[in-house]
């Protein structure tokens, strides 16, 4: 008698029955993690997805935040265009469409034409107005034609244009500037733009559903950026120096705050524009201001001074020096040559610097030490960038190499860019209170209020003062009788100290000519700078440009 097995195939179909009940589980639980995945994650994500394939978003501008001056003048964003938008497939083959544009516009064929030619791959063509018949903008709209205002970025004569910088064309990318450096802030900011829904594209081109273009304009959480720039006298300065035909950098500072009140480099360019620049010889794109450097000449002189006076080698009420006209340097052959040929005779340490007298800082220099110099340059903050907030900013070169002739007046290759001498500038003006210089106010909302105010990343120092205040009212001497007493008739009066900067520019000798000072001589409001490149053709000194600037301050401070 035979047992019959149990069991084999029952067991075979529950394991089976299990592995089934497993993988069901597995794709249910996948399947409603994708969903939930969509829904609460990736919803957003996906519907912009979906907005993006069924509408065509236009910008009615840069999408940046504005730049504006001090007292909230938009120094960007300020030209208004009309333009028209329409759509590509009704300008093909059908005059009559193109015939109602002319007519209301006064548009030629020409001009729209380019314009369509210019956006061949776009479904929608923008084409710039001046003028429009506003009774038939109905009539427009009627055959898909929208017509808005775009806000251009720049106007062909902005001010600032070196320090403000500029966008890429042809996919908006900040290229130099404030544009660039402060991208992180400006970017992806007071977007204006037109939202065109597309039931569907196809044969007959693109078919917009009535109803359904939407303008989208401001954002509560815009952000714009504030300079300490100020406009007026941004205009007063380019407006001067716009009439010298030499390349040029101005800089003017609040002597008691450190802020920037204006800032130009010239040759000039139009930043809408860039490709009339890029292989020119004339660098009109650099500025001149902060990515430049170039030997002090005279203007170093002042450093001279300051270490000598600070270690105590001189006495500015004993010290005197008899200039010839030339003297030798250390126990070999080589010469100096003062500027004036027969000499300036017995002087006071004053007087040398107010004539600006070589062979007598060279004695200075010697006496003081290459080292103590060098050491001064440090104490002044010279051996480094001011660090306003522009990434193309340099900082000075300073070789320890350097002979002590050339230190003693600035020559060869020891350099500051404008910036730094600016810098040095409002420290003697106020009186060795060191105020490290300012581009940057405050991060603005759509209303003007500040959501974040910028602060210095250097710290505000006091750097001897009494030495300081004795090399002020030196410096106040060169403009009465010294090397600038041009200008003496100036209302108000100033120090300054002038100086030309030798070089060479295609193995032609040229001369920088120089002037930094303060304005007005007593409680100074302004420290000014400015730097005049020689050329092949003509050496100039920057003293006429100083007393221009000052003359104008004047009569902008007496309104």
């Not at 999408?63 to 009704?90: A, F, M, S, W």
């Not at 390349?247 to 009140?261: Q, R």
């Not at 002189?301 to 105590?312: E, F, G, Q």
């Not at 003081?368 to 990434?391: C, M, Q």
């Amino acid at each position: 008698m035979s047992r019959i097995k149990k069991g084999i195939f029952s067991k075979k179909t529950n394991s089976r029955g299990q592995s089934i009940f497993i993988v069901l589980v597995v794709i249910y639980g996948f399947l409603i993690f994708r969903i939930c995945d969509i829904t609460l994650f990736k919803g957003e994500e996906y519907s912009s997805i979906v907005e993006s394939q069924s509408t065509d978003k236009i910008s009615l501008n840069s999408g940046r935040g504005v730049i504006y001056d001090k007292n909230n003048i938009p120094l960007t964003d300020t030209v208004k265009q009309k333009i028209l938008l329409v759509p590509r497939e009704i300008l093909s083959g059908d005059y009559e469409n193109i015939t109602l544009i002319k007519k209301a516009t006064d548009l030629s064929d020409e001009e729209i034409f380019k314009a369509v030619q210019n956006q061949i791959s776009s479904e929608i063509v923008q084409i710039e107005i001046n003028e429009l018949n506003e009774v038939m903008k109905e009539e427009l709209l009627e055959k898909e034609i929208i017509v808005e205002t775009k806000t251009l970025r720049y106007s062909d004569d902005n001010l600032l244009t070196h320090t403000i910088g500029y966008l890429k064309k042809s996919d908006g990318t900040p290229q130099s500037g404030i544009e660039k450096s402060m991208n992180d802030i400006l970017d992806d900011n007071n977007s204006e733009y037109i939202s065109v829904f597309r039931a569907s594209t196809n044969s007959k081109g693109l078919d917009i559903l009535d109803g359904s273009i939407e303008t989208i304009r401001d954002n509560e959480e815009d952000e714009h950026l504030r300079l300490t720039i100020d406009s007026k006298i941004q205009n007063i300065v380019e407006d001067i120096v716009d009439n010298e035909e030499n390349p040029t950098s101005v800089i003017v500072s609040d002597v008691e705050s450190g802020e920037i009140l204006a800032m130009s480099s010239r040759p000039n360019y139009n930043q809408n524009n860039i490709a009339d620049y890029i292989n020119s010889d004339n660098r009109e794109l650099e500025n001149r201001t902060v990515s430049v450097t170039y030997p002090p000449g005279s203007v170093f002189k002042i450093v001279v001074l300051y270490s000598a006076l600070y270690n105590d080698i001189i006495d500015e009420d004993t010290y005197t020096y008899n200039c010839t006209g030339s003297c030798k340097v250390g126990k070999g052959d080589e010469v100096l040559k003062c500027h004036k040929e027969d000499g300036h005779g017995k002087q006071t340490i004053e007087e040398a610097f107010a004539n600006s007298c070589n062979t007598a800082f060279l004695d200075i220099a010697i006496k003081t030490g290459k080292e103590r110099i060098l050491e001064s340059i440090l104490d002044l903050n010279l051996d480094e960038i001011v660090d306003i907030g522009l990434d193309e900013e340099k900082s000075s070169n300073i070789p320890d190499d350097i002979s002590i002739r050339n230190l003693a007046i600035g020559q060869a290759d020891i350099e500051f860019t404008p910036l730094q001498i600016n810098q040095l500038t409002q420290l003697i003006a106020n009186n060795g209170t060191y105020k490290p210089l300012s581009l940057y106010d405050s991060i603005i909302d759509n209303n003007k209020n500040i959501i974040k105010t910028f602060n210095s990343t250097k710290e505000e120092e006091i750097i001897s003062p009494y030495i300081i205040t004795k090399i002020k009212e030196i410096m106040k001497s060169v403009s009465k009788i010294g090397t600038a007493k041009d200008l003496d008739d100036l209302n108000g009066g100033c120090g300054v100290k002038t100086g030309t900067a030798q070089s060479s520019l295609d193995g032609v000798s040229i001369s920088h000519g120089w002037i930094t000072g303060f304005y007005p001589s007593e409680n100074a409001k302004y420290a000014i700078t400015i730097l005049v490149e020689g050329t092949k053709q003509e050496s100039k000194s920057a003293t006429p440009i100083f007393k221009s600037i000052c003359n104008q301050l004047y009569q902008f401070k007496n309104k």
